[in-house]
């Protein structure tokens, strides 16, 4: 038996090995200190909260986030949701719909008017059982945050014309 509960930090029991092997999964590089001192941080400021399915004996099964935003043209607050992953020997059980769930809950209570995903990829029933409906497609930019400012790799200056 599973329940859900809100990681308060990432060094809750079992939830950043479990972040960790969701990270190898998606064949991205493993972060740094700097990048989970920032995740820690944004934990503990609220700015991002993750939702985890922990089992009686404290395994940590499955993990969701729900970072909060500002639309200005809905004047609302709006969520994105992210990172939702299940250890492979616990999929199948309902720990993701339960996870799922937990976080619209989460959003609901945030004053979120809509919520997005891009963590839907290969689980679109899951969340279409949940209610959601398919939206227009995002686009994406990648940043290149060792590299120079897009301004001025695009333009080669770094004035953009906002005066």
Not at 33 to 46: I, P, T
Not at 62 to 84: E, H, N, Q, W
Request: some cysteine.
């Amino acid at each position: 038996m599973s329940e859900i509960c809100r990681a308060t930090s990432i060094k809750n029991p079992g939830f950043l090995q479990l972040l960790t092997q969701c990270i190898v999964e998606s064949g991205l590089p493993l972060p740094d200190k700097d990048a989970l001192d920032q995740l820690e941080n944004a934990v503990r400021q609220d700015r991002v909260q993750f939702y985890m399915s922990m089992e009686n004996d404290g395994r940590v099964t499955g993990v969701v986030s729900l970072t909060v935003g500002f639309a200005t043209t809905l004047m609302r607050r709006y969520g994105i949701v992210g990172d939702l992953y299940v250890h492979p020997g616990h999929r199948g059980r309902g720990t993701a719909a339960a996870l799922l769930l937990a976080v619209m809950d989460g959003a609901h209570d945030a004053g979120c008017a809509h919520i997005l995903t891009h963590t839907a990829q290969g689980m679109e029933g899951l969340f279409q059982r949940a209610g959601w409906d398919d939206g227009p497609s995002s686009l994406r930019y990648a940043v290149d945050l060792e590299g120079p400012p897009p301004s001025l790799s695009m333009t080669g200056s770094w004035k953009l014309g906002w005066d």
